[in-house]
């Protein structure tokens, strides 16, 4: 059952991200994803094979046996064009932390959820309430890292002078290479964040009988 909670919450999550970068850009005149079908709650519009079914799989299969599930995933990126807005550079910025914002607030939402969640009947709803809040604060943190294409470098570029360009364009050549090794050898700095925020948000709310986060 935990497995069917993990889907649920991350396609849900990786869903609400993607749309939510492309109604900021139709807010910010890019109609392109309202145009592409996007801006809506219909996964196969939204679900990449690999980042939102195969890679999340292995994660927890390779993961879950150590006590702390660790699963996080991605879905097809919405399109846009920057040529339709006003300020390309300010705008990209402002889409692409549209994504991450929206899955903090997905996770304080189902934080409240959980603190309301707490008599014994309610089991289910607290344990499926516990996987949102991790699974977006961690979808919010690591997107938020400064490597292309990770939102978090569109970000960084947003607010960078035009001086910096060179490690723009390095970032990007090399931004594939280094996103694949901070996966695999530099996901625990980021930890810290993540289990302050998720402590944060759940406060003394977490139940015993859920038991699906421990540090």
Known sequence: ??????????????????????????????????????????????????????????????????????????????????????????????????????????????????????????????QLSIIVVLLNIVLAVFNLVPIPPLDGSKVLFSILPASFSNLRIWLEQYGFILLLFFIFFGFSIIMPVIDFLFYLIVGNSLPAQAGLYST
């Not at 879905?75 to 914002?101: D, E, H, M, S, T």
């Open 1 to 126: 059952m935990e497995i069917i909670y993990y889907v649920i919450a991350l396609v849900f999550s990786v869903m609400a991200h993607e749309v939510a970068h492309g109604l900021v850009a139709d807010r910010l005149g890019d109609p392109t994803a309202r145009l592409a079908n996007r801006l809506n709650f219909n996964p196969v519009n939204h679900i990449d094979p690999f980042g939102s079914v195969l890679l999340p799989a292995l994660m927890y299969l390779m993961t879950a046996p150590l006590g702390q599930p660790i699963v996080f995933g991605w879905a097809k990126p919405v399109p846009y064009n920057p040529y339709n807005l006003k300020n390309p550079k300010v705008g990209a910025g402002l889409i692409a932390v549209a994504g991450p914002l929206t899955n903090i607030f997905l996770a304080v939402i189902f934080g409240l959820i959980l603190r309301a969640a707490t008599i014994p009947g309610l089991v289910a709803l607290a």
